[in-house]
């Protein structure tokens, strides 16, 4: 990591990740071989990418049973846990039905009403994540969405870890099937013999993973285009050195492009951290992974002042941002843009991921500019509710029309119009010709 003099806010923010030419047109030819061949397709590309040679995609009673005799037991209260503190945030998200009637007898309002079925995608590969099964599934339960359909690459042996199968029927999630990459999206848009078309995909995935929901999307709903992780850690004076290497390398294990940026108004802990990081990264299990993000994608800005750091934070709307200062609480005021926003030395990054509650799935590459973080909304959609009265509509039906007219669309006008005219008149008029 090197440390830079923070001048231009504008050249912090990475770039969307569209993936190449060639990686657009496998995911291309994916969707339509899935969509032509169902089942087959899957079981082609399983083998082909996975190593998996399997026969049926979805997850047995059996394998549910292994999965509890392979888990550690000591982790299961953990996961109950965790999963309750998740369920309590989001079931304070939730929002009710309305109607408002007024003085003429018109009723306005909003009915809410919860998705028939949704599709999660469980990520794979580098390692298993039991935590994207909770966040991704309780807050379309919590919403009242009846059908959960989750999906996740297996092992070369055809196998889900252990975790994720334990996490998802902890959570009561009853279809699970051994597939993952583009041809699971395109499975849970178009459908197979076996997996049964959703109206949501959730969860965040690799290249190809995002670039097929952003395909799909129109046919069925998405919650966004998952880049790589981020992390910003916001510091002054105060922090200290071995702990915001920590968190900076908690983002950097997880996949070689993950952000890790540090802003402070230090310079002497901008030096320390740097330290820090090596000495660090030498003991980490994925230390490859690790390093590589860091060297490519990791930095320290040091600022004039802290309205100068704050500023380059809001330009880079990270995923996560850690506000390590003296008084963390006074400058949240000032955050504008960040996907989740964690006060003081002890709300690490890792707390969001796994434990207090609120969703970790968040907006990445600057996205957190004008979107949020996986809730109970994404899984509900809202309809408009609207009951005029006679008078209502006897007191307005001129201003309706005239406005109707402005836009010519005659037809609209007469529409409104029509209630009062008696059918004598349409007959009269009728008979003319």
Same mark, same amino acid.
């Given at each position: 990591m090197k440390i830079k003099k923070l001048e231009n806010t504008v050249s912090l923010r990475r770039s969307l990740d569209q993936g190449t030419e060639s990686q657009r047109k496998a995911v291309l030819e994916i969707l339509s071989a899935v969509e032509a061949e169902g089942d087959q397709a899957l079981f082609r590309y399983t083998e082909k990418w996975d190593g998996a040679k399997l026969t049926s995609l979805r997850v047995t009673k059996e394998e549910i049973i292994k999965a509890y005799e392979d888990f550690p037991a000591s982790l299961m209260s953990v996961i109950q846990e965790a999963a309750e503190n998740i369920r309590d945030y989001h079931e304070k998200q939730v929002k009710q039905s309305w109607l408002s009637t007024k003085a003429d007898g018109t009723i306005l309002g909003q009915k809410v009403t919860a998705l028939d079925a949704v599709g999660v995608y469980v990520p794979g590969g580098k390692a298993a994540y039991p935590s994207s099964v909770l966040m991704n599934v309780i807050p379309a339960q919590v919403a009242g969405v009846e059908r959960i359909a989750m999906v996740s690459p297996c092992a070369k042996d055809g196998t889900l870890p252990a975790g994720v199968l334990v996490a998802a029927d902890l959570l009561g999630v009853e279809e699970i099937y051994k597939v993952g990459g583009a041809q699971a999206v395109a499975a849970l848009a178009f459908g197979t013999e076996t997996i049964q078309p959703v109206d949501k995909i959730v969860g965040p995935g690799n290249i190809f993973v995002a670039l097929a929901k952003k395909e799909v999307y129109g046919l069925v709903? %998405?919650?966004?285009?998952? =880049?790589? !992780?981020?992390?910003? @850690?916001? /510091?002054?004076e105060s922090a200290v050195a071995h702990e915001v290497a920590a968190d900076l390398l908690s983002q950097a294990e997880h996949d070689e492009r993950a952000s890790c940026v540090l802003v402070t108004t230090c310079k002497e802990l901008a030096e320390r951290v740097v330290i820090e990081v090596e000495k660090q990264l %030498?003991?980490?299990?994925?230390e490859g992974i690790a390093r590589v993000a860091i &060297? &490519? $994608? =990791?930095? @320290? #800005? +040091?600022?004039?002042? *802290? /309205?100068?750091?704050?500023? /380059?934070?809001?330009?880079?709307?990270p995923e996560h941002l850690e506000v390590m200062t003296k008084e963390p609480m006074n400058l949240l005021p000032f955050i504008k843009h960040a996907g989740a926003i964690f006060l003081g030395k002890y709300s690490s990054e890792p707390v969001g991921d796994y434990f207090a509650g609120p969703n970790h799935v968040l907006p990445t590459n600057g996205t957190a500019r004008f979107? !949020?973080?996986?809730? +109970?909304?994404? $899984? @509900?959609?809202?309809? !408009? %509710?609207? *009951? #005029?009265?006679?008078? /209502?509509l006897k007191d307005n039906v001129d201003k309706i029309a005239a406005f109707a007219r402005l836009e010519g669309l005659e037809a609209h006008a007469r529409a409104v119009e029509a209630r009062f005219k008696k059918e004598k008149d349409s007959d009269d008029k009728n008979s003319e010709y």
């Open positions: 709903d %998405i919650d966004s285009i998952a =880049g790589p !992780s981020e992390i910003v @850690v916001l /510091a002054d %030498i003991s980490l299990p994925r &060297e &490519e $994608f =990791g930095a @320290v #800005y +040091v600022a004039d002042s *802290m /309205a100068e750091a704050i500023q /380059a934070v809001n330009e880079l709307a979107s !949020s973080g996986l809730s +109970v909304d994404e $899984f @509900v959609k809202k309809s !408009s %509710i609207i *009951m #005029y009265s006679q008078q /209502a």
